[in-house]
């Protein structure tokens, strides 16, 4: 598999998915993202995840890529659009099927068990009457173990817990754990920060890096950011725009959910200077927390 040139020896990246616009949840991404990585002087990566095209939102790829460079982060390469990489997607599908790790499958979801883990129905040949729908991963029946460095030690059973899970959908389409572990090797990245909701995909991701002979990143995974009414916030609610902020107001938010003691009333860059010489990994809580946000100021603008 073509990868890009050399790297820094620490390569972070941020990866939305154009399905919204940036809100305080995913601020939290880019920029626990973004610090990790400059703390270990490394480089620090945008990738836009649009290959569920059902689901994304005109314009909202252009728009969180406007914000961003308004709070003042700027990727150190060009921003990878998941859109232009398919052929990679589908050879590494071809090469798991041809080494038998992978099988077509004619299951819905409508076939699967209450519990949603595949049973294995389709492991050793389509049933009669079925036909391929999906590509599968076979998994192991033992464990996949890693350390995460916020949430700890985790163990997971992807025999137990998901059984053999897609790689390529019925629609035609790459599915997000094949895209994500296939593109974070291609740009040679090194750690994945990102919420604590993606945490349930990572025993799979890891699994999935050593199937393919990649290099495995590692993980810290912040707490889940949930609003007043409990629920995590999400772009697909609208919840929490922050477009209708200030921006060193929202960052200074965000580093305090974090676990970072920053001061209180800089300015944006005298913020990011704060951030980049004291930035903890080690000081990020464990646990969900329901956000604080900034209050937008009489003199606030929203963006444009």
């Known amino acids: 598999m073509r990868r890009q040139s050399s790297r820094p020896s620490a390569t972070g990246r941020f990866a939305p998915s154009p399905t919204g616009d940036l809100h305080f949840g995913s601020l939290l991404a880019a920029v626990a993202s973004f610090l990790q990585a400059r703390s270990c002087g490394g480089h620090w990566l945008v990738r836009i995840e649009d290959i569920d095209p059902p689901r994304e939102v005109a314009g909202s790829a252009r728009r969180i890529l406007r914000d961003l460079q308004r709070f003042g982060m700027r990727p150190d390469l060009p921003v990878l659009f998941q859109s232009t990489r398919y052929a990679a997607y589908r050879a590494a599908l071809g090469d798991l099927i041809d080494r038998g790790l992978a099988f077509q499958c004619g299951c819905s979801r409508a076939d699967l068990p209450r519990s949603g883990v595949y049973p294995g129905t389709c492991r050793h040949g389509l ?20 350390t995460d460095q916020v949430q700890g030690e985790v163990e997971e059973n992807l025999e137990q817990t998901v059984g053999d899970f ?5 629609d035609d389409l790459p599915a997000y754990q094949l895209a994500v572990v296939v593109d974070d090797a291609y740009q040679q990245v090194t750690q994945v920060v990102r919420g604590a909701d993606l945490l349930t995909s990572t025993a799979r991701q890891i699994y999935l890096h050593r199937c393919l002979a990649l290099p495995v990143p590692t993980y810290a995974h912040y707490p889940v950011v949930r609003g007043t009414d409990g629920q995590k916030l999400s772009k697909r609610l609208g919840s929490d725009p922050i477009a209708s902020g200030e921006p060193a107001r929202a960052l200074e938010a965000a580093l305090r959910f974090l676990g970072q003691c920053c001061p209180s009333g800089l300015d944006l860059d005298s913020l990011w200077r704060w951030a980049e010489n004291n930035w903890r990994l080690s000081a990020v809580p464990r646990e ?17």
């Open 127 to 146: 049933p009669r009457g079925k036909r391929a729908r999906t590509v599968r991963l076979r998994v192991p029946a033992q464990a996949v173990s890693f």
């Open 166 to 170: 897609v790689l390529w959908r019925a």
């Open 288 to 304: 969900a927390r329901t956000a604080v946000t900034p209050e937008p100021s009489e003199s606030s603008k929203p963006f444009s």
